[in-house]
């Protein structure tokens, strides 16, 4: 990106396009949105791959396996879009996941970590989607983020059933201690 050699004001409405008709160059913050999400797929889709390749209950490994999907599917938009504006994307981590099917952490553990990573997933897409003045960029972004929403319930709910959800501090709720 170069330099910006003066500040420059928007003034006309056409600047928040993106749906329809030509769209402008993305923003450094869009970019820069649309970099770290992919970059945190990527990562997350090493981490899931291993943790799949060595879960021992089957429906953790499927829902795993799914989580690489969606990986895969966020990782394709996010690459197209920057290619689309001949921006440089990042490495994949693929290479990184060891041939291994041994298991070093239990199911309980990785399910934990998948579940943290996917709730910090909501809140990068939150925050790309308060930063995008492209329509078509929070759209991507509040689509998604509510498939990962979808992703992070169904994992809650695979932890509840094998009882590896502990119960989260909570406030006190009056209405139950009045009666």
């Given at each position: 990106m170069p330099?910006?050699?003066k500040v420059d004001f928007v003034n006309k409405q056409s600047?928040?396009?993106?749906?329809?008709?030509?769209?402008?160059?993305?923003?450094?913050?869009?970019?820069?949105?649309l970099y770290h999400n992919l970059q945190t797929n990527a990562i997350g889709k090493a981490l899931i791959t291993g943790f799949?390749?060595?879960?021992?209950?089957?429906?953790?490994?499927d829902y795993l396996k799914r989580g690489k999907e969606i990986s895969n599917k966020h990782i394709k938009i996010f690459t197209s879009i920057l290619t689309e504006e001949d921006i440089p994307v990042p490495r994949n981590w693929d290479e990184d996941v060891l041939d291994s099917t041994e298991a070093a952490f239990s199911d309980k553990l990785m399910?934990?970590?998948?579940?943290?990573?996917?709730?910090?997933g909501i809140?990068?897409?939150?925050?790309?989607?308060s930063t995008s003045t492209r329509r078509d960029l929070a759209t991507h972004f509040s689509r998604?983020?509510?498939?990962?929403?979808?992703?992070?319930?169904?994992?809650?709910?695979?932890?509840?059933?094998?009882?590896?959800?502990?119960?989260?501090?909570?406030?006190?709720?009056?209405?139950?201690?009045?009666?």
């Amino acid at each position: 990106m170069p330099k910006p050699k003066k500040v420059d004001f928007v003034n006309k409405q056409s600047f928040l396009t993106g749906w329809f008709g030509r769209r402008k160059p993305l923003l450094a913050v869009e970019i820069a949105d649309l970099y770290h999400n992919l970059q945190t797929n990527a990562i997350g889709k090493a981490l899931i791959t291993g943790f799949a390749q060595t879960a021992e209950t089957e429906d953790a490994r499927d829902y795993l396996k799914r989580g690489k999907e969606i990986s895969n599917k966020h990782i394709k938009i996010f690459t197209s879009i920057l290619t689309e504006e001949d921006i440089p994307v990042p490495r994949n981590w693929d290479e990184d996941v060891l041939d291994s099917t041994e298991a070093a952490f239990s199911d309980k553990l990785m399910m934990f970590h998948i579940s943290l990573l996917s709730s910090s997933g909501i809140g990068n897409y939150g925050g790309a989607i308060s930063t995008s003045t492209r329509r078509d960029l929070a759209t991507h972004f509040s689509r998604l983020l509510t498939e990962i929403a979808q992703y992070t319930e169904d994992g809650a709910n695979l932890q509840i059933k094998h009882g590896w959800m502990e119960q989260p501090p909570q406030s006190v709720d009056n209405n139950d201690l009045i009666k």
